[in-house]
């Protein structure tokens, strides 16, 4: 099969930074990635005797979210991961239903934090045919699971996301991937993610110009909650706040006003940055903001020559380049109720969901409505304003 002509870089990094507005899925645009004809086996090599911390839920229905925070750490080598994996195929092979199996995902780690000593895996990773050449294995993360393993329905705050090889899910896009193809994920997207099968995949997240304004959305909020619930004993505060969100309360108001304002100057410096921006810049020269602390570096596109629209790219490359596939109301509904069917009910061991007071249902209406996503962005450009 002859080998389909991809698009040029350029038209795919403008197109990702500011043209696609819904997931869409990419064939073909990994097939020169080494590891995509790797085993298990030689992941565990890669590995060796590193243990990997691996967050352990059930795989059955439970009354709330299997939130990261409440679930059960395990600690393995990948090896003995494998091992225990093909223990476990082969016990389903003798049984018609194990209602006792638990997943385990090797989830959101960076791999130039597990493979630093690994520089040419890390060079194996690259997203230049999707126009960033600059971003490699050393900028993006890795996640491991078996399955069932997943991330409960959540949102990215900042920037957007390539993800190459996973399960997504009112309407919602639904896709199954395949090993190559590769998925995009809009900005502020909702999505679910779910193994079908153990698997690995691969991400990196694309910084954006409009990241740090949102940042200081978040810090905002922070500043907000940690002062509303620093005074709540603990079971109160279980309560109002999910795990995730507990830290929101460990910082004093001294760190969380140094948060709003790192943040303030980080979009001070976007907006000049973004003002200074050549009309006639592509997307090989673009210009780049001075890298903060801890950050990757970020591109600030300006305006390409010949663009195309979404629809034109889509028809144009339409071979290799797809939308995700929408599901109506009722087809959404009957996934569901199918995917229901094979997780039996059952609580979490220590886990309650509780029952809030009408004070704190009062409590959590007055947090939920200054934290309201309309209400902080109007506070967060009327603070820019006056700085």
Known sequence: MAAVELPPSALMRHMILEGFKMPVVFNGFIEDWEILSWSLDTWAEKFGDKVLPFRSGFGKSTKVPQ?????????????EFVKLERIVEKKEENTSNDNSTRWMYFDYKYMNEWFSDQQSLLNAVTWKNFGFPERGGSLSTIWIGNDGAHTPCHLDTYGCNLVAQVYELQEAYVVTLKPGDVLFVPHYWWHYVENVGTAVSINSWIPLLSDDEYRLEEALVRFFVSQVCKNLPENKLNQLLNPNEADLVDHPLSTAAQQVEICLERCHQNRACGKELDVNVDSQSMKKRSRLDGESDLYVCGQTSNKLTQEEVLYKYK???????????????????????SFP?????????????????????????????EIISKIKDKILMQV
């Not at 939130?67 to 090896?79: D, F, H, M, Q, V």
């Not at 409590?363 to 939920?368: A, F, M, R, S, Y």
């Open 67 to 79: 939130w990261e925070g409440l679930c059960e750490r395990i600690n393995l080598t990948l090896k």
């Open 319 to 341: 071979d290799i380049i797809s939308v995700v596939p929408k599901y109506s109301v009722s087809e959404f509904r009957s996934l569901l109720m199918e995917k229901q069917k």
């Open 345 to 373: 009910a059952q609580n979490m061991g220590g886990i309650s969901s509780g029952v809030a007071d009408a004070d704190m249902n009062r409590l959590q209406d007055i947090v939920n409505a200054f934290c309201h996503p």
